[in-house]
């Protein structure tokens, strides 16, 4: 399954992106009501999609939810949460038997309403062109996801455990992500208990150990940021980044270092502290080459 992430980069959606729609949210929300109607008007004129509006307070209710997608769409924020936000509204019309057609014509709508609100709105051709084509990006990443569904229905009827399959998979999800939460609160303790022992070898330092409080507090300090690099990572694989290995790679070459400086306190044979160097130089070797080929995938 794919992370908003993953399919913001097959669409070429970039932060710049998302700020661009961000400033449009105030023009959105004030044509937001001349929208539903257009949508409502289109959505009673067809027989098929007419019979899902059954009732004043059925259709209220659509209206508000409608408008609600079609502001959020300008929400700035594009994470993993909006994902499964859009896949509930595709199952939502696939649960219902909303023909996938009437998902793709009103969209198309929505797609003209919005071109034409941007050319009302901004003399400046090139602007609009530029403003254009981000409302197009984001508007064709909720037809992905909401399409999405539709093939999921089809896998339905080929395998007859998918839908055991499918609760296996989002417990899997959920716990992984439980997993990633602990995880997270694990590492700002183990961050807190580095503090403290910064502070305690600063106190070597002023007791009259100047060398070896010096050294020690260095590589506590390689500690704290170990420490940050695995917060850091942690937080953008909860909001949906992909596993960054060159973070680990990198913890460890500074435990490596971290170790060289306790070996020099020590006075450790030279054999050791030769194995600590030609261990450190090897690790140096394999982040220059897992960043290489990370900087090659990204401009492939």
Known sequence: MLTMQEIKSHYFFTDEDAETLKSLRPLAETNADLLIDEFYDNLLGVPETAGFLNGD???????????????????????????????????????????????????????????????????????????????????????????????????????????????????????????????????????????????????????????????????????????????ENEIKALKGAKFNILVFVGVVIVAIIREILISTIRHDPLTTQAFLAGTLLILGVVYFLVAKSQNTSSLS
Request: aromatic share 10%.
């Open 57 to 231: 307070p059925v259709l209220e209710r659509l209206k508000q939810k409608h408008r609600f997608w079609f502001i959020n769409l300008f929400c700035g924020v594009y994470d993993n949460q909006y994902l499964h936000n859009l896949q509930r509204v595709g199952h939502v019309h696939v649960k219902i038997g909303l023909n996938a057609h009437y998902v793709n014509s009103a969209m198309h709508l929505v797609r003209r309403f919005v071109v034409n609100m941007i050319r009302e709105n901004f003399a400046d051709r090139e602007e609009r062109r530029k403003k254009t084509e981000v409302v197009e990006k984001i508007i064709d990443i909720n037809l992905d996801i909401m399409s999405a569904s539709y093939m999921e229905e089809e896998l339905k009827k080929v395998f007859i455990s998918h839908r055991f399959e499918s609760n296996l998979i989002r417990a899997a999800e959920r716990f992984t992500y439980g997993l990633n939460l602990i995880l997270v609160v694990a590492l700002m303790g183990a961050s807190i208990s580095v503090v403290g022992l910064f502070i305690s070898d600063i106190i070597h330092v002023f007791s009259g150990n100047l060398e070896k409080g010096i050294l020690a507090a260095l590589g506590t300090l390689l500690i704290l940021w170990m420490m940050v690099e695995l917060m």
